[in-house]
Every structure is written in C-alpha cells, then in structure tokens.
C-alpha cells in the first residue's frame, strides 16, 4: 500500500511540474517579441538625448572620494545582431573630450537593461570594462581602466541645466 501511494504522489508531482512548465513555456513568440520590443524602445527613449549626472570612486583612494561625471548620450539604437546597440556619446575624460560612436553590448536581467563592456578600446581614452545598469532615472555599475577600477552611480536626465 506504501509503495503504491509513493508511486501516485510520484506520478501526480510529475504532471503538476510537467502542467507548471507547460504553462510558463508555452508561450506565444509574438508575446515574448511585444514585450522585448517595449523594453527597447523604453531604453531607446530613456537614453536618446540624455545627459548621465553623477559621481565615481576609484578604488584604493583615500576616504572614498568621489569625482564627478558627466556623459551625454545624443542616441541609442539597437543594432540589428546579437546584443549590440549603438551608442552616440560625447565623453569627456581627462583632457579629452569628443563624441564618438560606439557599439556596446546590452544585456537584459528581466526589464533591466545592463551595457557590457569587456575590454573595450576607445579611440583617444584607452581600453575599459564595466557593468552599468539602469533603473527608472538611474544608473550604477563598475568601471575598470587599465590597473585602476571603482563604481559609478547617478542620474539619467534629459535637462541640460543639472
């Protein structure tokens, strides 16, 4: 009788998952398509004409010190492989300061957009890698330049004035 009711319960737990994963897994493409498009165009939008206001640390200085910074993004597009999306920015760094296109990897943690950087050379900057997410009106990630890294956290704004 034991054996037989294990038996059951084992075969009624296996159609309760198989019935569970049918349910989440068997979604229509067009659904997944609609909603990763929406997420796209809320980035697109967000970033478009954008100004990133906020503050990094660099790693190993005293007291945390915070320096300021500041990026404005003229536009982003998604392009059309893989995760890549291009990214018009000015970028002043140093005594640099120029507007280049760069084409970075976007990956997706749910709705949340994350721009990837392995390794990246920018013309005239230097070779970097960070995690940069944005939330809402935020952004925050980690950079690294050469032998120096930290983390980065501010505002997405599109008002020129902050």
């Not at 979604?27 to 939008?45: G, I, L, V, W």
């Not at 000015?90 to 994350?114: C, F, H, M, N, S």
């Amino acid at each position: 009788m034991t054996l037989r009711l294990t038996w059951l319960l084992g075969i009624y737990m296996c159609l309760a998952v198989n019935i569970t994963l049918a349910e989440t897994t068997d979604q229509p493409a067009e659904k997944s398509d609609e909603k990763e498009q929406k997420h796209f165009r809320a980035f697109t939008n967000q970033l478009t004409d954008a100004i990133l206001i906020g503050e990094f640390t660099v790693d190993g200085r005293e007291n945390g010190d915070r320096h300021q910074e500041r990026y404005e993004i003229r536009s982003v597009k998604k392009l059309p492989r893989g995760d890549y999306w291009l990214f018009e920015a000015r970028i002043a760094y140093g005594k640099q300061d120029i507007t280049l296109p760069i084409p970075l990897q976007v990956k997706w943690a749910g709705d949340t957009p994350v721009v990837t950087l392995n390794k990246v050379t920018l013309p005239g900057l230097g070779t970097f890698s960070a995690r940069v997410l944005f939330h809402e009106n935020y952004y925050a990630g980690t950079w690294h330049h050469g032998n120096v890294g930290g983390q980065m956290f501010g505002k997405v704004t599109k008002d020129p004035k902050e």
